[in-house]
């Protein structure tokens, strides 16, 4: 996961964060809305929201 973050210029990364975001769990969207004062706890949720969201990119890539 962390190769593939890495290996996005930061450009490619802002979209892929959006993408995340916006394809994200509820709740998991909403703990980091509320926590976004808070970087601590929100780095945690966008930490989530993006290693769930490549991963089901990586399946999807391996799966083709």
Do not use: G, V
């Not at 769990?25 to 945690?44: G, H, L, M, T, V």
């Not at 966008?46 to 799966?63: F, G, P, V, Y």
């Amino acid at each position: 996961i962390q190769a593939y973050w890495d290996a996005r210029s930061p450009a490619e990364q802002e979209a892929l964060k959006a993408e995340a975001l916006s394809q994200a769990n509820p709740f998991f969207q909403s703990q980091y809305r509320r926590n976004e004062n808070n970087p601590e706890f929100a780095e945690r949720y966008l930490k989530m929201i993006l290693d769930t969201h490549i991963t089901a990119l990586l399946e999807q890539q391996a799966s083709k």
